[in-house]
């Protein structure tokens, strides 16, 4: 049933969207030079590795092993702090839905190295598709904020954050019901446009 929720629902969202996509994507072009979409290897459901499709919203960087971002952050555009601010550079990732990578609500998928960390009960996580949205990511929908307050932002993101998203994301794999995804995707929509 989630899947069939999720196939449909992603389908109608990029039907409906297609043409603020479109828009989206040439305002990302012409406000920096690079690709219009960022591709990037994500850790998703049995530890299958796919490539999220998100709007780019860095600067083209050659090489950088930094795999946080913070409020502030020199590397994001003018254009991309907006559509951070609402969340509209995940819209792409419908397509990852389509194609069954990722489901509408889950875990948010982390890049390789941080699922490898998952002990025990902790590795259920895995077994979910992982979301566009979901609880941990309602909770840290400021986390970029959060960070930027921080002196160590890696390390607090390491020890404290990832921790606490691992038993969120835990206690959404043990309590998972279709009406909890419809109640976290209205949430997610309020927050980004309301907050």
């Not at 559509?83 to 489901?103: A, C, F, I, T, W």
């Amino acid at each position: 049933m989630k899947r069939v929720m999720d196939f449909l629902f992603s389908i109608l969202g990029l039907l409906i969207l297609s043409p603020l996509l479109v828009i989206f994507f040439l305002i990302v072009k012409f406000d920096s030079s690079g690709p219009g979409f960022f591709l990037q290897e994500r850790v998703g459901r049995n530890g299958n590795v796919f490539k999220i499709i998100k709007f780019r919203t860095m600067f083209v960087v050659k090489e950088s092993n930094n795999t946080i971002s913070i409020k502030g952050d020199v590397r994001v555009t003018n254009v991309g702090v907006f559509l951070r601010k609402y969340k509209l550079d995940e819209l792409p990732s419908l397509l990852n839905v389509v194609l069954g990578h990722m489901s509408l609500v889950g875990p948010r998928p982390d890049v390789p190295g941080y699922a490898d960390r998952l002990e025990g009960k902790d590795k259920d996580i895995l077994k979910l598709r992982p979301g566009i949205t979901g609880p941990a990511s309602l909770k840290y929908s400021n986390e970029e904020e959060i960070l930027a307050s921080k002196k160590n932002p890696k390390y607090y993101n390491d020890n404290v954050i990832y921790p606490d998203k691992v038993k969120i994301n835990l206690d959404y794999y043990n309590n998972q019901t279709i009406w909890l995804d419809i109640k976290i995707i209205f949430a997610t929509i309020l927050k980004s446009f309301f907050t």
